[in-house]
């Protein structure tokens, strides 16, 4: 059977105020509940997807009337069988396989059956491995066979979204009135070499903020790739860890030894604006004040990058690797902008891989040193103003190095003895026996940065345990985890904050035709280690529990859900800002036949002090239908909900009522077109002001195609 692949109905869209009666008539329910019948929907690996070696995530879903039993769901990886360590919950079936497969092509297979006992077609599709941190095309060891014949596939969507506001209350919302995106992911082959292409356009792009707009082409060989556009490249986790650059990326692979290399801009220029600074304006003075009593709002310098990385071995076995990275700012790219850096890191990582199919061990290990000036906007200092401000004898004069690095009086100082910028983590994961173990030790001093991976949490040392683990044949699924780390590596702070937490996360399932009852509970403290002004004592307590059940009755198909999550927070030291947060679901949907779909919500939040007011609650009811035709080209659903929010101490009563009419139908085979239509009022009930009425429609073609 043909796998369908997973597609969000995406964006909002505006509409002229000629479809205002339309759509008004057409919405009269809830967001339509849109259920594929009787098909398989394959979230990941998409068919013909690339992943990473070693972060294979396989979650597809059952869109038939009934459950799959899971005692009877069997997933194959090319010829291996994994079905004993699968997840089925409800129609749902996910896999995590941490293990190395290979580089290169492989193939899923999904047979199973649900709860009736019925055999539901089969599912088989393909997908691609490519070394982790590498590229989104296949290897280039396993690039095409010799004389393999010449194909081509492409895969998109093309977006449209129209929005009209009506109302004084209109200026509220900060959208344009109309959107458009385009996504193109192809590839196309022969002999040795691939050639991939990634594209996404929109018309949000503006020259004012950093890109929207990605695009990206390829050419893999035999030992041998080369990117040019939005790369992503993954070197090492504390240095470059998927920041986008735009620019070149290329690697080559020969015998157990990888170079890969990446050059380009993480950041474009963006003018800010110069504002003066009024002290007796009643505002704080801002972190970035100049001399002349100036700051600058927004604006940005163009930030280029350049990281290399040579690593030894295989990920399936030992890998050493060592790398190398240098951004900095260009001053003269905008006439205003946030301060301007300089940056300079180099690391190494290990990594050592055990496997077994009963015991399988991974060890990783990495470290990185950082060297950054903060503000390059005066320049290098020289040897004479170095010595003369810190009253020492320096080595070598600064002015002379400023193509490698611009040091100055606001240069991090590498104090290696100390660690104040120095990072490293140690991480084991061990499965042993139907657990799945890890622990991982982390530091980052406060003073290390990486402009390749600009928000890693600095200021950090801690560790992690947990555990996954099934008992008594997987009825019983648990995770504990527990987690501890403090700042103020350096007592640059008034006082030392640590952190713990605790969670864990429960659930049972003793049939496929029982229950499911899930139950979570997570802890979390933050406590300053000394009495100081400023300081911190949190405490944090979240309590979740569900119901999930189905059943048949009277010749439908009933399905029952019931959650409830609770939320306290505590401060001891400044009581008053406490919170209890109370959230509740009840949802119910029925199937009178494989093609129809009917379902009915209730939710219920509020926000309240420990022995205070109610500061915030929300009622929402909402109920929602849709139609599958037995062709399976096409679907239709209808919906409506209504919130009302009751005025509380901290805001006015309002209410909003939604409708909503969304559909698909298979033009020809590989082409699908899909809408969505909806109608949106607000009215806020103390100020008139901020009502508004909303109207939109959005339009989505899906193609497929190949050869």
């Avoid at 906007?377 to 690095?405: M, R, W």
């Avoid at 992690?464 to 044949?473: E, I, K, P, Q, T």
Wanted: hydrophobic content about 35%; glycine content about 10%; overall charge positive.
């Amino acid at each position: 059977m043909k796998p369908r692949s997973h597609l969000c109905t995406g964006l909002n869209s505006r509409q002229p105020k000629t479809w205002h009666r339309l759509l008004v008539l057409l919405g009269l329910f809830l967001p339509a509940l849109l259920a594929a019948q009787g098909s398989w929907l394959i979230y990941s690996p998409a068919e013909n997807g690339t992943v990473a070696d070693g972060e294979l995530v396989i979650s597809l879903r059952w869109e038939g009337s009934h459950e799959l039993d899971p005692r009877r769901t069997f997933l194959v990886l090319d010829k291996t069988n994994l079905s004993n360590r699968l997840r089925v919950q409800g129609k749902t079936i996910t896999l995590f396989h941490p293990d190395p497969v290979g580089e290169g092509r492989h193939r899923l297979t999904v047979l199973a059956r649900d709860v009736r006992g019925t055999k539901l077609p089969p599912v088989q599709w393909s997908f691609k491995v490519k070394r982790k941190g590498a590229r989104q095309a296949s290897s280039p060891q396993q690039a095409a066979a010799p004389g393999r014949e010449p194909y081509w596939q492409l895969t998109g969507t093309l977006d449209s979204r129209f929005e009209s506001l009506d109302g004084p209350g209109a200026g509220i919302r900060q959208e344009p009135n109309r959107t458009l995106n385009w996504q193109v992911e192809g590839e196309a082959g022969a002999g040795k070499w691939e050639f991939p292409l990634r594209l996404w356009l929109t018309s949000d792009e503006s020259g004012a903020a950093q890109p929207r707009n990605r695009f990206r082409v390829g050419a893999v060989g035999p030992f041998l790739e080369a990117y040019f556009g939005d790369n992503n490249p993954v070197f090492q986790e504390l240095m470059l860890n998927g920041n986008r650059v735009r620019g070149l990326q290329a690697g080559l692979h020969l015998a157990g030894i990888h170079l890969e290399v990446v050059h380009g801009e993480v950041q474009r220029a963006v003018q800010g604006q110069v504002l003066p600074f009024r002290p007796g304006a009643g505002l704080q003075p801002p972190p970035n004040l100049q001399r002349d009593s100036t700051f600058v709002v927004g604006g940005a310098f163009r930030r280029r990058l350049s990281a290399a990385r040579l690593s030894f071995g295989s990920r399936q076995t030992a890998r050493l690797g060592l790398t190398a990275l240098k951004a900095r700012d260009d001053t003269s790219s905008a006439r205003a902008g946030q301060t301007p850096m300089d940056n300079v890191v180099v690391g190494g990582d290990l990594t050592l891989n055990i496997p077994g199919e009963k015991n399988h061990l991974v060890w990783e290990s990495a470290a990185a040193l950082s060297l950054t000036t903060r503000d390059i906007s005066t320049g290098a200092s020289s040897k004479a103003e170095i010595d003369s401000l810190f009253g020492v004898d320096f080595p070598f004069d600064p002015q002379d190095y400023a193509s490698i690095i611009i040091l100055n009086t606001t240069t991090f100082p590498v104090e290696i003895q100390k660690g104040s910028s120095l990072a490293y983590y140690t991480r084991l994961n061990w499965r042993l026996a139907g657990h799945a173990l890890e622990g991982e030790y982390r530091y980052v001093g406060p003073a290390y940065r990486s402009l390749g991976n600009p928000f890693l949490r600095t200021d950090r040392r801690g560790y992690v345990l947990s555990d996954r683990f099934h008992l008594a044949g997987r009825k019983l699924q648990a995770r504990v985890s527990w987690e501890q780390f403090r700042d103020n590596q350096r007592n640059t702070q008034l006082s030392t904050r640590r952190t713990d937490r605790l969670f864990t996360r429960f659930q049972l399932s003793l049939s496929p035709r029982a229950p499911r009852i899930l139950l979570g509970v997570r802890w979390q403290r933050r406590k300053s280690l000394e009495e100081r002004p400023g300081d911190t004592d949190e405490t944090l307590w979240h309590w979740t529990g569900g119901l999930f059940y189905q059943t048949r009755l009277a010749g439908w198909n009933h399905q029952f859900q019931l959650t409830y999550n609770f939320n306290d927070r505590k401060d001891r030291i400044r009581p008053q800002s406490g919170t209890r947060t109370h959230h509740l679901m009840v949802g119910v949907s029925q199937n009178p036949t494989p093609a129809w779909l009917s379902s009915l919500t209730f939710q219920w939040l509020q926000v309240n002090r420990p022995s205070g007011p109610t500061l915030f609650r929300q009622l929402t009811l909402g109920v929602g239908l849709s139609h599958r035709w037995p062709s399976r080209k096409g679907t239709i659903g209808v919906g409506g909900q209504y919130v009302r929010t009751p005025a509380s101490s901290l805001l006015p009563g309002g209410n909003r009522i939604q409708f909503q009419l969304q559909g698909s139908w298979q033009i020809i085979q590989g082409v699908q077109f899909h809408w969505n239509a909806g109608y949106n009022r607000y009215r806020d009930e103390a100020s008139p002001e901020n009502r508004f009425s909303e109207l939109y429609i959005v339009l989505r073609q899906s193609y497929a195609l190949f050869r």
